[in-house]
Nanobody, 126 residues
Framework: QVQFQESGGGVVKSGESLTVSCTASGSTLAYWSGGWFRQVPGKEREGVSCISAGNGETYYADAAKGRFTISRDSAKNTVDLQMNRLKVADPSVYSC???????????????????WGPGIQVPVAS
């Protein structure tokens, strides 16, 4: 059974950086397209960034461009999201999701993903 788990969360101060990771068990993440999403508790998820299987092409939401970087670590079997200059206004719950393949035009839409991690908290304090 394939499972995905986020790690690396925690409280950070405004302006600080943090990297969260999505780890797969029972599968090799390089075979999947992966996405990172975030949400304010009680509100809808929003797409942050995605990376395609195979060529590793990346895509970012406007709110993430220039601050966040998504990458794949094949040795660790993870998809990582490096987040810089975090803001108090940034949503605090981050989730990773995977799907076998997805068009870039859809990769920030949560409904297209098949598997989800449980989510991780990244509260940003002032």
């Amino acid at each position: 059974q394939v499972q995905f788990q986020e790690s690396g969360g925690g409280v950070v101060k405004s302006g600080e950086s943090l990297t969260v990771s999505c780890t797969a068990s029972g599968s090799t993440l390089a075979y999947w397209s992966g996405g990172w999403f975030r949400q304010v508790p009680g509100k809808e998820r929003e797409g942050v960034s995605c990376i395609s299987a195979g060529n590793g092409e990346t895509y970012y939401a406007d709110a993430a461009k220039g601050r966040f970087t998504i990458s794949r670590d094949s040795a660790k079997n993870t998809v990582d999201l490096q987040m810089n200059r975090l803001k108090v206004a940034d949503p605090s719950v981050y989730s990773c999701a995977t799907v076998a393949a997805i068009a870039q035009s859809r990769c920030l839409l949560p409904s297209w993903y098949d598997y989800w991690g449980p989510g991780i908290q990244v509260p940003v304090a002032s």
